[in-house]
């Protein structure tokens, strides 16, 4: 099992960052794939970027694409989420993701583990 802590959420005007962090514990080197996902009340959870573990391709939903920056460190176990130019419609719990596999998936159901989720709130 992997077991997974996002942090980095908080309230931000429209226009401004935030950087989202997720921590990976225990069998990490089973992670191939770490994505984050978005939720809202009204919503299933939305795939909103992808990372491959070794290799470091990436992935993005359309809507974030020149936004978002996913990346990671692999020494830390951590991935991250550079969220610039932040709107209200970004406002949801995030949710970071491990995949067993060679694709960045962008159904949640594929997903192995995930953590508790960090929430983002952006102000008009």
């Known amino acids: 099992q992997v077991q997974l802590a996002e942090s980095g959420g908080g309230l931000v005007q429209a226009g401004g960052f935030l950087r989202l962090s997720c921590v990976a514990s225990?069998?990490?080197?089973?992670?191939?794939?770490m994505g984050w996902f978005c939720q809202t009340p009204w919503k299933e959870r939305e795939f909103v970027a992808g990372?491959?573990?070794?290799?470091?391709?990436?992935a993005y939903e359309d809507s974030v694409k020149g936004r978002f920056t996913i990346s990671r460190d692999n020494a830390k176990n951590t991935v991250y989420l550079q969220m610039n130019s932040l709107k209200v419609e970004d406002t949801a719990v995030y949710y970071c993701?491990?995949?067993?596999?060679?694709?960045?998936?962008?159904?949640?159901?594929?997903?192995?583990?995930w953590g508790q989720g960090t929430q983002v709130t952006v102000s008009s």
């Open positions: 990372i491959s573990w070794c290799g470091g391709r990436t």
């Open positions: 225990g069998r990490t080197y089973s992670i191939y794939i």
């Open positions: 993701a491990t995949a067993r596999s060679s694709n960045i998936y962008t159904r949640s159901a594929l997903y192995d583990s």
